[in-house]
């Protein structure tokens, strides 16, 4: 079986010391050049869609074109949801066959985020759907949450150790100081909580934010235990580009295909530096 939900993916990363990259996929051509990426470089891969993303073509829509590409692909493929504020939509895309999916509950208070996360984990393993869930809040903008530096927290341990107790989530993403979207100041990220936590979660963590942190805080960070990486913005950024660099190469070129192959190379490319960069051993 290729197409698989998280846990056997993340189990083998969390144990040899390497990381999965979690892409966020916004069609067709993304996902496909993304999963061809892995599969030249016989890397297992989470493809994942945002929750606008998913609205934009509609549950059934979307997975019916996403399910054939990871099912015919050579190496594991997990279709993952990300950062979903909604319990009910959170459930129609487990129904919709999502192999995984992030109920995100950040905002809301820790009982409030717990009960959530908790009945979305219930409903999730009937269907063999792995769940991932979030504490403390991650700044930027992810979709339509938009966190303000000022509000942001890093998770606390004593929170962390009720939250991973009481729900029983696959994948964990604690805040410690990572970014969604492109950096506009410093960066802060926590490496001793993010040690901390790792030492004692029962399961894989997951880091948000990837685009825009250095080689050495991706190093620093796989070897402390981060075993899935959510890799967005770089995404977005090759698709449009991609496009950008053909037509003004090829400014009375009309056939659209050309088109597609190009930016599908050039997001390909950057999806295999990532998976490469991700997979160094120490
Ligand atoms: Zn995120």
Redesign the pocket.
């Known amino acids: 079986m290729s197409y698989v939900n998280m846990e056997a993916i993340l189990g083998d990363a969390r144990k040899n010391h390497y990381a999965v990259g979690a892409f966020n996929i916004v069609n067709y051509l993304t996902a496909k050049a993304a999963v061809e990426a892995a599969e030249e470089l016989g890397q297992p891969i989470i493809i994942q869609t945002s929750v606008k993303t998913v609205k934009a073509f509609g549950i059934k829509e979307m997975m019916s074109f996403l399910k054939p590409i990871a099912e015919n692909a050579t190496v594991n493929v997990a279709i993952h949801l990300?950062?979903s504020t909604d319990v009910e939509f959170t459930k129609a895309c487990i129904d919709g066959g999502w192999s995984s999916v992030m109920y995100d509950g950040s905002q809301l208070t820790l009982e409030e985020n717990i009960k959530n996360t908790k009945e979305i984990v219930t409903y999730a393993k009937n269907k063999k759907v792995t769940v991932e869930g979030e504490l403390g809040a991650?700044v930027g903008v992810?979709d339509d949450i938009v966190v303000i530096a000022g509000n942001s927290a890093h998770a606390r341990p004593e929170d962390c150790h009720i939250f991973l107790k009481e729900t029983g989530i696959d994948a964990f993403a604690p805040a410690v100081g990572t970014a969604?979207g492109v950096y506009t100041g410093e960066i802060n990220i926590d490496y001793d909580l993010f040690d901390e936590i790792n030492q004692f979660s029962s399961c894989p963590l997951v880091l948000?934010?990837g685009t825009g942190l250095t080689d050495e805080m991706f190093h620093k960070l796989i070897a402390l235990g981060a075993s899935k990486v959510?890799i967005s913005t770089a995404i977005k950024i090759a698709y449009c580009q991609g496009m950008v660099t053909y037509t003004k190469m090829n400014p009375d070129q009309n056939d659209p295909l050309k088109l597609d192959a190009f930016t599908k190379e050039g997001l390909k490319k950057v999806v295999k530096q990532h998976i490469q960069f991700f997979s160094l051993r120490d």
Do not use: K, L, Q
Request: cysteine-free; aromatic content about 0%.
């Open positions: 990300d950062h991650i992810e969604h948000h934010g959510n």
